[in-house]
């Protein structure tokens, strides 16, 4: 397979124009530049982490070996020394036509520095595919390839070829499956070419916005939400070149992919590759890495699979998609469920239930244990009557009899669990205290990639870095139960609601319904369901999308409340102190503006503001309240005038007048039609607009129709006018 | 075990002898394999060259650390092993390019005037079976099923037709519909184990047991390259191999049934998608190899003569050791 795709390789590049055939190289960055595997990569890389028994950076290492990649340039920045060390002891430094060449840095906080340090070194020479060291993929470069190098002979200007994945466009699956945000990409379907990336869309106004000459410049334009980017791209040389050039550029995707489509002087294009059948995904934090490991066990990324990988059948894969190792010490009472993966040298205990989980090499597992849903590294060991339950255990743990790990919870390296201790659910467990205990060359696998100014790698500033995280809670090793060794860490920024997102824990039900209403356009059972499905532990509301959104819809109501407000206050001011229309009409428009509001809006609050001013002012009978609202028109018929530009608005006026008769001033029910006669002389009605009100009622409840009944004289009147007039 | 360290030696030493030395001794390994009337296999070769080196057919740890001490004569008789072992391996390449030619070559005495034949999936030895027998001037017609997921059969059917092959392509699941017109069921296959069962491309057990339900003769091609030694024990699973869903199902329409971040994070949707299926040796009629035809029931003395125990043991070293 991988001498075909070889030659394919070959055959693009003997095309004329490139004489000079380069290798294919790669840059795989082994370095996240993310926090988001802490406190785990506070002592290991992300990329040497175990995924099904085979650290990450095995899996994008042969896939860009059988996708024809001839020179890999791996950087290396955070634990560099166990990246290269692990590098030199694999069989990766002695294949014959792959080169695996290290760049180390001490110095680099994002893939942006790290992009800039490589063009530095000079070693990238023509086409490169720039990846990250945790991507797992088998799809074929060939033809990606083969796009990419057509559409630079064409148009200099197309540097890079992204490849995406459909994904189904559920609106849960994105945060379901790979813990992300939902990710929207408008794709001109002729060219292919990416014409907007927005991964963080704005919830809480449920729209994202796109360039309007976006529209402009291309005949067609589809916007996607059902894209999953893949991280893999393919690039030209000049993208390096514009690391360099962009020095503020940090982030692969949020500022320079954004920043090319922003770019309109240097026409940059940026073009997409999907695959369909072939499989690529990112593993970005706990959510994908449990995700991925399974699709991984379900076979998805053959033949990147444990079994092939490992090579020598070392490993079998069983019914239900069970993988042994070859030597492992099972109980017969044992239950070993669907889809696990266990380890060399690990012995299991009697009536042990292991399902959908992954064991490593050389553990110990007792008696009577649950293992459901978790990641349970090398050499550890748990003893009898422990329960597992989508948890994360890292090497060299040790779990006293009876400790229960509740869902989410991540035990980094070497920490003890106490007996019968239970670790709460979501909990990260490290020997190592919070964010105090971080050597210099330690920190750049989880400095801030969000942060765009760049730190400099010193203890101090980490210190600095991290103080935004919640406090470092010192407590005694004690906290892990009798015996227990380990810091229970405090939650992260994204605080207590946020922590669900990505842990491998499934997402609770409830947590999914939000979700899935998060997407309701029905806001008011939103809000609803929001308050009742919130758990009384959980704080109010878990995602910040769905709070603003509550937010919104009531600050909608609260807004018009307080506008009618404001604008009664400025009316009765001019009342008292005889201000002239005009300044009252450029006050009410200052308001309306400033609290974003309709001039139909206006025209209601303005009459609201009459009536009342009717109603307070004192009045005996109901023909005196008649003759105080006449006066009160009377003086301020110019004003209403001024917002009443159509019939809409007039429309809007009655039904307000009809609201009040209702609600707020009942007295003036009786005096319904009179009052409507007289906006009608004072010409600040017109029939057209009564008319249709009444058409409009026509069809109404009983209930509503009290006022049109009322009125049926006058509007008889009107039409017999009207008909005269005929 | 003396059959592994022998080749990894010579395979370690070096490349680059490799290319000057051939001819010297190539003469004499011919001769020897001439010599022998059965096929050549590597164990019969091994066995002759100890004695031609005039060293007593010790362990080979033994005579490893023997010719340490005596470099001069290890490196002659290394090397000397190694060409025949180079030789072997080209004859064993040789014999598996004529293989086809020498299957084909047995088409007309068993493909009759007017029959039909079916046939699953896509095979280079049955294309050239059928296609000798159509040069002979048979008149037949071939049924061709498609072979699903990877539906190697519509390759097949475009070749037949090509060679001016009236030929019929249905799905898998026709098959059974279909068996009833069919005069002969012939299969290529993966492996042929030592008890005469099958390993086949998947869906041909089906078929096997489509064709004894109605008594159609189920012939086996197979080059003698594909007798395994290994009885099957398992062989749905473990000899077996599990491809990506992704050829049965695309997984952006189905990544919602993937999805594990919901419920209890188990998978309700499991899509297996086998390589291969065994036929049990009581399904096959015939196997037809470059030697001739064979029982299901002579499978293990025809393997005999192409491995020796000694062969065994090389095959399961790795499996245990590492």
Aim: aromatic share 6%; glycine share 6%; charged share 25%.
């Amino acid at each position: 397979m991988g001498a075909q795709k070889k030659g394919a390789t070959a055959r693009v590049s003997e095309d004329p124009e490139e004489l000079a055939r380069h290798p294919l190289q790669a840059i795989l960055l082994a370095d996240s530049f993310t926090t988001k595997f802490r406190p785990i990569t506070l002592e290991r890389p992300k990329v040497l982490l175990p995924l099904a028994n085979i650290p990450m950076i095995d899996y994008t290492l042969a896939w860009l070996e059988s996708a024809g990649v001839e020179e890999v340039f791996v950087f290396c920045c955070a634990h560099s020394k166990q990246v290269i060390d692990y590098l030199e002891s694999s069989d990766w430094s002695s294949q014959p036509n792959f080169l695996v060449a290290t760049i180390e840095s001490h110095n680099s906080i994002s893939a942006g520095d790290a992009l800039r340090l490589i063009y530095e070194r000079h070693v990238i020479h023509g086409d490169f595919v720039l990846i990250s060291g945790d991507t797992v993929s088998n799809m074929s470069l060939t033809q990606a390839l083969q796009e990419h190098k057509e559409r630079r002979k064409k148009d200099a200007n197309a540097i890079m070829t992204m490849v995406v994945k459909q994904s189904k466009p559920s609106p849960i699956t994105q945060q379901s499956r790979l813990g992300t945000d939902e990710l929207f990409m408008a794709i001109n379907p002729d060219t292919k070419q990416l014409l907007c990336y927005e991964d963080k869309a704005e919830y809480s106004k449920g729209f994202i916005s796109l360039d309007k000459t976006l529209i402009a410049d291309n005949p067609s334009t589809v916007l996607h939400n059902d894209k999953q980017d893949c991280y893999i791209d393919i690039c030209s040389e000049e993208v390096l070149s514009l690391f360099t050039d962009n020095f503020d550029y940090q982030h692969l995707r949020r500022h320079f992919v954004k920043g090319l489509l922003v770019d309109d002087i240097m026409g940059y294009k940026i073009f997409t590759h999907e695959i369909h059948s072939s499989y690529a995904a990112r593993i970005d934090n706990f959510r994908s890495y449990d995700t991925i490991s399974k699709d991984i066990i379900q076979r998805w990324t053959y033949p990147f699979v444990p079994d092939v990988l490992c090579g020598n059948s070392a490993i079998r894969v069983e019914r239900r998609g069970t993988y042994r190792a070859s030597e492992i010490t099972l109980s017969r009472s044992a239950q070993i469920g669907p889809f696990i993966v266990i380890g060399q040298g690990t012995e299991i205990g009697n009536d042990t239930k292991i399902s959908h989980s992954v064991i490593g090499e050389g553990c110990t597992i007792g008696s009577n244990v649950t293992i459901e849903g978790s990641y349970i590294w090398n050499n550890v060991t748990i003893e009898d009557g422990c329960e597992l339950r989508h948890a994360i255990v890292c090497d060299g743990v040790t779990m006293k009899s009876g400790a229960v790990l509740e869902p989410g919870v991540v035990l980094s390296f070497k920490v003890v669990v106490g007996q019968q201790f239970v670790v709460p659910a979501y909990s990260m467990v490290s020997l190592l205290q919070q964010p105090t205990q971080q050597d210099s060359d330690e920190e750049l696998e989880y400095a801030d990639s969000s942060s765009g100014n760049v730190e400099l790698p010193s203890a101090k500033l980490n210190g600095d870095i991290t103080s935004d995280l919640s406090e470092t809670r010192h407590g005694p090793t004690s906290e892990l139960g009798t015996g227990g060794v380990g810091y229970i860490w405090s939650i992260f920024e994204g605080g207590h609601d946020e922590e669900w997102r990505h842990s491998v824990a499934p997402i609770p039900t409830d947590k999914l319904a939000k979700i899935m209403l998060d997407k309701d356009e029905d806001e008011e059972l939103l809000t609803q369901d929001g308050n009742v499905l919130s758990p009384s532990g959980e704080l109010k509301s878990d995602s910040d999308a769905n709070d603003s959104e509550d937010g919104d819809n009531e600050g909608s109501r609260d807004d018009y409340v307080s506008f009618e407000k404001e604008v009664e206050a400025t009316f009765l001011r001019a009342v008292h102190e005889n201000v002239k229309v005009d300044h009252v009409i450029l006050e009410v428009n200052a308001l309306r503006l400033s609290y974003n509001m309709a001039s139909v809006d206006c025209a209601g609050a303005i009459f609201y503001s009459m009536m009342k001013l009717a109603v307070e002012s004192p009045h005996s009978s109901s023909s005196e309240l008649h003759r105080n609202a006449a006066d009160v028109i009377t003086t301020w018929q110019n004003l209403l005038k001024s917002f009443l530009h159509d019939i809409d608005e007039e429309i809007e006026v009655i039904l307000k007048f009809e609201e009040i008769c209702l609600e707020s001033a009942k007295e003036f029910s009786p005096l319904f039609a009179q009052i409507l006669h007289l906006l009608y002389d004072k010409d600040i009605l017109e029939e057209d607009a009564i008319l249709r009100w009444a058409d409009e009622k026509e069809g109404a409840d009983e209930s509503d129709k009290v006022f049109v009944q009322r009125a049926e004289k006058f509007l008889q009147w009107l039409r017999e006018a009207e008909e005269e007039e005929d | 075990m003396a059959g592994l360290n022998l080749s990894a030696v010579s395979d370690d030493e070096d490349d680059a002898d490799r290319d000057d030395r051939p001819v010297l001794s190539a003469a004499a390994v011919a001769a020897a394999s001439r010599s022998t009337l059965r096929p050549p296999s590597l164990q019969t070769l091994l066995e002759d060259v100890p004695d031609s080196a005039a060293v007593p057919h010790t362990s080979s740890s033994g005579g490893d650390s023997e010719g340490k001490s005596k470099s001069a004569d290890k490196s002659s008789r290394s090397r000397k092993l190694k060409h025949d072992v180079i030789e072997a391996v080209n004859e064993l390449i040789q014999d598996i390019n004529t293989c086809h030619e020498q299957i084909a070559e047995q088409a007309v005495e068993h493909i009759h005037q007017n029959e039909v034949i079916l046939t699953l999936g896509s095979s280079r030895t049955v294309l050239e079976f059928l296609c000798a027998a159509k040069e002979k001037k048979r008149s037949f017609r071939v049924f061709v099923a498609e072979g699903a997921p990877r539906y190697q059969g519509h390759l097949l059917a475009k070749e037949l037709v090509a060679r001016g092959l009236q030929t019929t392509l249905i799905t898998d699941s026709a098959v059974f519909a279909m068996i009833s017109r069919v005069n002969m069921v012939i299969v290529g296959a993966h492996a042929v184990m030592a008890n005469g069962g099958v390993i086949a491309p998947v869906g041909l057990n089906m078929v096997a047991l489509a064709a004894q339900k109605h008594a159609v003769p189920f012939v086996v091609l197979a080059g003698s390259h594909k007798l395994c030694p290994l009885y099957p024990h398992n062989p749905e699973v473990l000899l077996n191999e599990l491809r990506s869903p992704s050829e049965l199902l695309d997984f952006g329409e189905f990544s919602d049934c993937m999805d594990f971040g919901s419920g209890n994070g188990a998978p309700l949707l499991h899509v297996v998608n086998p390589t291969f299926d065994y036929v049990p040796p009581k399904l096959v009629s015939l196997f037809i190899t470059d030697t001739g035809g064979h029982n299901p029931s002579y499978m293990y003395r025809l393997i005999a003569d192409y491995y020796s125990a000694d062969d065994l043991v090389v095959q399961r070293r790795p499996t245990s050791g590492n």
